[in-house]
């Protein structure tokens, strides 16, 4: 514990200069989950530093769900490790991970629709006042609390008693954002926050993830969308086919490259080469090696 106090402390000096991330609070090393003999995700290396967005991106079935299934203590992984303030662990459920400050928002996000949005704020961890057997709910606290949190992010309601059923699917993404920091995460995963909502709400969400980073929490976004990605993120890993295809900082790669890599970009050349072979195919068009020659700095996995 000693050791990880004194990281802590040069972390905290790193970031002041403004560069480097803090000392990580979760990471896998070499991480991989099979289930039976599907493989789905193979030595996967992720850090996820306090006060940065790691941006997970990849097709689908490319193994973004089980990673964070693995971080969030929904499953265990099979192979490698993955450790909490640098001690490794294995969570039973995401209980555990909660308690370790571990949260993750899912797209469908257990909320329950015709309760008041207070209401859902605190579901399963009710304020209560009153010695038992006369405890009840405190709900003049549980109101005035998730009025202040939800402010605080800048999120602003008209009501607090209006069902959550009847926010829009960006407002419900951010009293879920809210929720976690009031209950004290410290790593907040979302799996593709923004796949079903319109650019407004996508910019809306993307403003409090912003928001919980500079709260100082670890966030991982999950996302198909490399333009989402660019606009908040520090870090990007692009995971293919269960494997660690990219991983980059901010500084060593451009949305354009990013994209690239998400459009499948050398598979794209392979292909080109290909079908330029083949009578009446025009190949002009395709992005060849030559247009993704700029990702070659940046090497996988580091
Ligand atoms: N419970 C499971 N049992 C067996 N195979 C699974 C299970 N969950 C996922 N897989 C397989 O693991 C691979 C990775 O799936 P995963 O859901 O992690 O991908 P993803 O990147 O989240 O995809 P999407 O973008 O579609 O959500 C896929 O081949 C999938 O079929
Ligand atoms: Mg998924």
Redesign the pocket.
């Known amino acids: 514990m000693t050791e990880e106090g004194s990281d802590a402390t040069e972390g905290a000096a790193v970031r002041k200069a403004g560069t480097a991330p803090g000392p990580p609070v979760a990471e896998l090393r070499g991480a991989g989950k099979s289930?039976?003999t599907?493989r789905?995700?193979h030595g996967v290396d992720l850090t996820v530093p306090a006060g940065r967005v790691t941006c997970v991106l990849?097709?689908?079935?490319?193994?973004?769900?089980?990673?964070i299934?693995i971080v969030s203590g929904l499953h265990r992984h099979t192979e490698g490790s993955f450790l909490v303030d640098g001690t490794p662990v294995r969570f039973d459920s995401p209980r555990d991970a909660l308690d370790r400050g571990i949260a993750a928002v899912y797209q469908d996000l257990a909320t329950v629709p015709l309760m008041p949005v207070w209401r859902n704020f605190f579901l399963g961890s009710e304020l209560t006042r009153g010695p038992w057997p006369v405890r009840r709910l405190d709900i003049a606290r549980m109101k005035e609390t998730a009025d202040r949190e939800l402010r605080d992010m800048g999120i602003v309601l008209d009501d607090l008693e209006q069902p959550v059923g009847t926010l829009s699917g960006g407002q419900r993404q951010c009293v879920a954002i809210a929720r976690a920091v009031h209950f004290g995460a410290r790593v907040l995963i979302l799996?593709?926050p923004t796949a079903a909502l319109g650019v407004r709400q996508s910019g809306v969400v993307l403003k409090y993830i912003a928001a919980a980073r500079e709260r100082g929490l670890g966030v991982v976004f999950?996302t198909?969308n490399p333009h989402h990605a660019y606009m908040v993120g520090d870090h990007f890993a692009v995971?293919r086919l269960?494997t660690l295809e990219l991983s980059a900082g901010r500084d060593e790669i451009t949305l354009e490259e990013l994209t690239n890599h998400m459009a499948g970009g050398a598979e794209l050349a392979a292909l080109k080469h290909e079908l330029a072979q083949v009578r009446g195919v025009d190949v002009h068009g395709l992005p060849g090696a030559a247009e993704l020659g700029g990702t070659a700095g940046v090497t996988p996995g580091g």
């Open positions: 289930y039976g599907v789905a995700l990849g097709d689908n079935g490319a193994g973004k769900s089980t990673l299934k799996d593709e999950i198909h995971l269960g």
